[in-house]
């Protein structure tokens, strides 16, 4: 069974990332900027809430539950990460994948993706996969953001052997910290970073290049946002196409991967048909899609190949590509598609942890009937005599603040994840 996340890791987000959170940007203690963070997540691990004095009498404001984040912060089948922003929240979900408090929970590197590419920062995301495991922080050309420098500090990645050595990537133009041991992957286009993303991605395998690629369009980020947990996840590469044509830097990664498996995420109105077979002259290609991001995003979520047999259990499969998720007892990270670099931010929980697909919610007020319907169908976990203690749990990773999606559509996913009693014909 899988755990529920801590109230700890909740408190420890809202500490490191306060600056960028619904709330306001204001520390409690004495000291400031990242000291400022430090202090507050020791509060709160020690059972001060959000930062209020342990002295607190009982029964006082700050002691209610509101105060102490709940249920906009975590539910129990729910934990959000409450970012402005996701700049916010690519640190927030960083330091929930490496809390970096002891030994063995620093990562060895970290990428620091451009906020003004959305593509090069959702290609960056097949960083996090193996061996590099990298989480996605992000920033503008000029000085790092304070969460992001926030973030970095506390993470102090150790260096990975499969880069040399490095404990940041950078992608793109942007900062480098001082300090560190850098490796820089560069691209004068997002077709270009990409591919370059691809290319040290597999450099860092050894030369082994992924039999598998997911092709997204530049036309529209929504229905490309999905590919960026499966790349941290799989390792497959995200590769990016124009409306109207294949560009040479994707041709020439699609050429480096030998005839791979081709997988086009989107309708025909954002990767078109004729598209699709260019694009067959590379490799045999297949389409998995929806008629709207939400619906595009609960395609991927089921979809495997080769195809799962019917009447059995589905499940990804070694050699298999997809998430192949039509079973309670998953993880899932939901997101607002107005925000495609919160994939980006994302994408390490879904190459860790719950190792969930990323869900899209249309309008961040409600649940879209997608998504809704794919939980009643295939989430909402049951037990029988066993009791509820045997049962299989799932878990939502829930992205942004308030504003970007709300409690009513948490609550609700909260509700649908729930274990519940299943009855059973003699």
Known sequence: MRLRASVAIVCALLAVISSGCGGGSKHHGTSTGSNA???????????GGSGTSTSTPRGHPARTASNLGFPENATRNTTRVPGSGPVADAAGVALAVYPSVASGTHPTAVTIA?????EAALASSVLMAPPIHAPVLLSGHKALPAPTADALKHLAPTGSGSVSGAQVVLVGDVPKPSGLRAATIGGSDPYAAAAQIDRFATAATGGHASPDVVIASTADPAYAMPAAGWAAESGDPILFVSPKSIPKPTVQALKAHGKPRIYVLGP?????????????????????????????????????????????????????????MRSPGHGYTLLNPSQPLAAAASAALSGSGDYGPQLLVDNGSTLSKPVLNYFLNYATPGYTQEGPTAAVYNHAWVIGNTATISVTAQAEADQLLQAIPQTTSK
């Open 114 to 118: 451009p906020t003004d590419d959305w």
């Open 268 to 324: 025909p109105n954002v990767v078109s048909d004729a598209l699709v077979k260019q694009l067959g002259s590379y490799g045999k290609v297949k389409r998995v899609s929806g008629s709207d991001p939400s619906a595009n995003s609960v395609a991927f979520a089921v979809y495997r190949d080769p195809g799962c047999k019917f009447g059995q259990a589905c499940a990804h499969l070694p050699g298999s590509f997809g998430w192949a």
């Open 37 to 47: 963070a430090t202090t507050v997540t020791r509060t709160a691990a020690q059972g």
